[in-house]
Nanobody, 123 residues
Framework: QVQLVESGGGLVQAGGSLRLSCATSGATLNTRAMGWFRQAPGNEREFVAVITWTGGRTNYADFVQGRFTISRENAKNTVYLQMKNLKPEDTAVYYC????????????????WGQGTQVTVSS
């Protein structure tokens, strides 16, 4: 099992930026996919971005539109989500997650989740 702790959320104005961090510990990570998901009130939890620990392959949801960047710092066992040009519709709780698969965008295939960090974007 992997332990995940998110940080970096907060309140920001539209057009602003935030960087979320996900500190990881526990199981060996180099064969696992690391993803970010988000959930707004009344909505399903949705995929935002994914990265492999090795090779750095990434993929993003269509709504990201080049505004977010997922990255990892292997030496610190930390995954980041840099978010720029934030919009009010980006308001949600953002979750870091880990999958035993090398690569997946499906939330059902993630077995470890952080507690979430709130991101609020004001207009």
């Amino acid at each position: 099992q992997v332990q995940l702790v998110e940080s970096g959320g907060g309140l920001v104005q539209a057009g602003g930026s935030l960087r979320l961090s996900c500190a990881t510990s526990g199981a060996t990570l180099n064969t696992r996919a690391m993803g970010w998901f988000r959930q707004a009130p009344g909505n399903e939890r949705e995929f935002v971005a994914v990265i492999t620990w090795t090779g750095g392959r990434t993929n993003y949801a269509d709504f990201v539109q080049g505004r977010f960047t997922i990255s990892r710092e292997n030496a610190k066992n930390t995954v980041y989500l840099q978010m720029k040009n934030l919009k009010p519709e980006d308001t949600a709780v953002y979750y870091c997650a880990s999958s035993p698969l090398i690569w997946t965008t499906s939330k059902s295939q993630y077995d470890s989740w952080g507690q979430g960090t709130q991101v609020t974007v004001s207009s």
